[in-house]
C-alpha cells in the first residue's frame, strides 16, 4: 500500500454535463471504455484549465452531470476538498475543450491512416468510434465534420466549375 493508491482512493471527485459522445470519447480514452470517475493526467492542459476553473461551492450546489471528474491535487495552491465546484461556464468551457480534443485526434488520425497507411477514411471513422467507445453518435457525422475542416483548411485559390 502506497501514497498513491491512497490518493485514489480518497480522490474528490463532481460531476460535469457534456455530450454523450464526447462522454464516451472521455471515458474511452482515460478508462480504457470502463464507465467511472475520470482522472486526467497532469501533463495534458485539460487538467490544467479544470484546475484553473474551479471554485468554491455554494450551499445549494448538486452536482449533476453525466461525467463523473477526479479533481486535480496539486501541492500548493486550491485544495480540491474546498474548491471542488465547477458552474456552469466551466463546464462549458471544459466541453469545448473535450471537443477541440477530440476532432483534433481524429483529423490527425484520418490524415495519418490515408497518406501514410492508404487506409480509407470510412475505415479510419470506424476504428476510430470502435477505439473509444463512441456509439451516440453516426459515422457520417464523423466523416462530415472531417470534410468541412479540410475543406476550411486546405481551401484551394479556385473551385473547380461544373458544367453539366
Not at 501541492?75 to 477541440?100: F, H, M, W
Request: charged share 30%.
Amino acid at each position: 500500500f502506497n501514497v498513491k493508491n491512497l490518493y485514489l482512493f480518497m480522490a474528490v471527485t463532481t460531476k460535469i454535463q457534456v455530450k454523450d459522445y464526447l462522454k464516451e470519447y472521455i471515458i474511452g480514452k482515460f478508462n480504457n471504455c470502463v464507465d467511472g470517475p475520470v482522472r486526467f493526467p497532469d501533463a495534458l492542459d485539460l487538467y490544467h484549465v479544470i484546475w484553473d476553473l474551479l471554485e468554491k461551492r455554494s450551499v445549494n450546489a448538486i452536482d449533476t452531470g453525466n461525467l463523473e471528474i477526479i479533481l486535480p491535487k496539486r501541492d500548493c495552491g486550491k485544495a480540491p476538498e474546498v474548491y471542488n465546484y465547477l458552474g456552469v461556464r466551466s463546464q462549458k468551457v471544459i466541453e469545448r475543450k473535450i471537443n477541440t480534443m477530440m476532432w483534433a485526434e481524429l483529423h490527425t488520425l484520418l490524415d495519418e491512416n490515408k497518406h501514410e497507411h492508404g487506409i480509407n477514411y470510412i475505415l479510419s471513422v470506424h476504428y476510430f468510434m470502435r477505439m473509444y467507445g463512441i456509439d451516440s453518435i453516426s459515422e457520417d457525422a464523423f466523416l462530415k465534420n472531417f470534410y468541412r475542416w479540410r475543406d476550411k483548411i486546405r481551401r484551394k485559390n479556385k473551385k473547380r466549375a461544373y458544367s453539366r
